[in-house]
Each structure stands twice: as structure tokens, then as C-alpha cells.
Nanobody, 127 residues
Framework: VQLVESGGGLVRAGESLTLSCRAS????????LGWFRQAPGKEREAVSC????????HYVDSVKGRFTIARDNRDQAWNLQMNALKPEDTAVYYC?????????????????????WGQGIQVTVSS
């Protein structure tokens, strides 16, 4: 199993980025997919997730209306479109997937360490 993130970088406040995660090595369609982030000195938080059954989505309050998660089962990939970025969005972003849609429906969203995780990609937003 391998998850590979791409699309991070350095942008100015108000600009946009799209993170992508491409998966291989497992049956993608039945997995809930998520994006998490960890800023320096802070705990990792769930940013967004999307279920496999009804494609319901969840966003942490701080990104609602600015970020959009989408999945492409055919390409085994999912994206996080990030608009109107703020300096407080600066973090290492991780994609992850889990066999349990329930993980995407719990509050807060919780994926387990035993789920599949990407290596992380840096997003830096300057003011």
C-alpha cells in the first residue's frame, strides 16, 4: 500500500493550492479518505474526509467554505482544493484512508495509526 501526496508549496494569503493523493496497492473504492494536518507545536487535526458509501463529506470548522475534498475512484486519487488560504493553514498535510466510513462520521474525525497514511507534504502560507 502506498499513498503519495503532491501539490504542496509556498503561497501567499488569499491564494489557492490543490493537494492530491494517489493510492496504490489496495481496493480503493471501499475506503473513506481524509486529509489531516499538523502545524508546528500543535497536534494533528482532521481537515476533511469523504466516505465511500454515500460520498458524504466533513470539514473542520476553520476550513468550511474554503476547502473542498473530492475523490476519483477510477484514478484512485483524492484532492483537497484549498482556496482563500490563510497563514494559519500552514502545516504538513497528510492524506489517509480507512476501511471504516464510521471513522469519517465520528466527531472529531479519527483515523487510526494502523490506517494507511501518506508521508506528508508541506503547505506554507505567507501573510
Amino acid at each position: 500500500v502506498q499513498l503519495v501526496e503532491s501539490g504542496g508549496g509556498l503561497v501567499r494569503a488569499g491564494e489557492s493550492l490543490t493537494l492530491s493523493c494517489r493510492a496504490s496497492g489496495f481496493r480503493f473504492a471501499g475506503y473513506a479518505l481524509g486529509w489531516f494536518r499538523q502545524a508546528p507545536g500543535k497536534e494533528r487535526e482532521a481537515v476533511s474526509c469523504i466516505t465511500s458509501d454515500d460520498l458524504s463529506t466533513h470539514y473542520v470548522d476553520s476550513v468550511k467554505g474554503r476547502f473542498t475534498i473530492a475523490r476519483d475512484n477510477r484514478d484512485q486519487a483524492w484532492n483537497l482544493q484549498m482556496n482563500a488560504l490563510k497563514p494559519e493553514d500552514t502545516a504538513v498535510y497528510y492524506c489517509a484512508d480507512t476501511l471504516y466510513d464510521s471513522s469519517c462520521r465520528t466527531r472529531p474525525v479519527q483515523f487510526m495509526p494502523s490506517d494507511y497514511w501518506g508521508q506528508g507534504i508541506q503547505v506554507t502560507v505567507s501573510s
